[in-house]
């Protein structure tokens, strides 16, 4: 039988989409007897390097969503596009592929997952082991500089100086970098409006002093920004020393990445900290407390689901003084505590990065992509996977199984592309 021809393929982007899409490509040619010469360029000193810092060095590799349907919620930009990739390879796939390479994953209460060991190198090592079983080249301190197509369909790389490499497909996966889009730009694609997106809120109001830690299980959001639709979340929320997060928190500001940013970090946030729907119900409950506890002060009653801590403060922001019997609670005291627990409006006036994880919402339009191989509609030969496409996930691993997700994606057409 005839030898094929060497299939020479450039991945720009050692990071956790770059890398795990060379070992799906290794892996295909492998299965198919193709000769394949896979070159990974990262433009840093260090290879996956978010991957080392994710999840508080932990890497939250996925999460504990089986349904296909339900992950894709997850994706404030992507979710249709997602559907039929995570139909192909999903978070349970992951689970198994770190397996089948002796890394356990496990999940915690909230559905996050991790590895066992709790630490994101157990990751990495698993990748340079594979790579290095395969013959992959990773080749650090290579920055893709510019990216040209060649008559006969090849492509060709401009690496730092005055390298050059010639490849039959290539894929570029360098997450939110500028210079990616660039290239991208190059070749005839356009990107959508860049945003930071998973931040916490600056806040600072009388409400929320001295009560960093303090959280809330169940608290509905409303975020009102200056001459759009209002956004709504509901869960849990945390106090933190500058202001708001938690995961409820994190999703809206996913949500509203966008617009937060042309409002300069700058709306008004209401919070019906105990998510009791409607205000009859939080007016009867209030009603019972005052009923049951005439003679105890009101610093000393208050709903269970609170921590005493914030009852007091909410108190001082109502007016109230902690020692007053809630026989004494008039009408107009009444009014205050209703309205700061149901639908209490607080100013954001900025934004600060979530430590454990933040991404960029926008990037390569999407359909200018075919996601049933991640290869470019516009110039044939190039792929893309990662968080470079306009697709962005919410917090808590989602992020990293649309990086395997696609890479593997790519990784398994690359191999097998068809000149025209
Ligand atoms: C602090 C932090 C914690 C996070 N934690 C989690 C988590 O626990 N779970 C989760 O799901 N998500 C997490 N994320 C998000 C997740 O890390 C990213 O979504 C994911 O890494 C995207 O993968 P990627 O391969 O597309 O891009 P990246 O991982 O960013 O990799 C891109 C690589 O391309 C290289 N590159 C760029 N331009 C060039 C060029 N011209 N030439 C050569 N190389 C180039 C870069 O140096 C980089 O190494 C976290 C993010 C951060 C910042």
Known sequence: MQKSKQQNIAIIGGGASGIFASLRCAEVAKEKKIDIDIRVFEASAKLLTKVRISGGGRCNVTHHIFDVNDFCLNYPRGMKELLSPFQRFQAANTIEWFRKRGVEIKHESDGRMFPVTDNSETIIN?????????????????????????????????????????????????GSMPSGY?????????????????????????????LSGISFSNAALTLKINGVKPFKQKGPLLITHWGLSGPALLKLSALAAREMMHAKYKAKIIINWLGIENQDDVEKLIITIKNINTKTSIGNAYPRQLTKR??????????????????????????????????????????SRFKEEFVECGGINLNEINFKTMESKICPGLYFSGEIMDIDGITGGFNFQHAWTSGWIAGNHMPVRKFL
Do not use: Y
């Open 310 to 351: 914030f009852w007091l403060q909410l108190l001082i922001k109502c007016g109230i003084s902690k020692e007053k019997n809630w026989s004494e609670i008039n009408k107009k005291d009444f009014l205050h505590i209703i309205t700061n627990l149901f639908r209490c409006e607080l100013d954001v006036l900025g934004k």
């Open 126 to 174: 698993c990748f340079i082991q594979e790579a290095n079983k395969h013959k992959i080249k990773l080749l650090n301190k290579m920055s893709v500089k510019s990216i040209k197509k060649l008559v006969n369909g090849k492509i060709s790389l401009f690496i730092n100086k005055d390298e050059s490499f010639v490849a039959d497909s290539v894929l570029i996966a360098t």
């Open 182 to 210: 660039r290239l991208a730009k190059n070749l005839g694609h356009s990107t959508t409006e860049i945003a930071p997106s998973l931040f916490t809120f600056k806040i600072e109001d009388t409400v929320l002093e001295n």
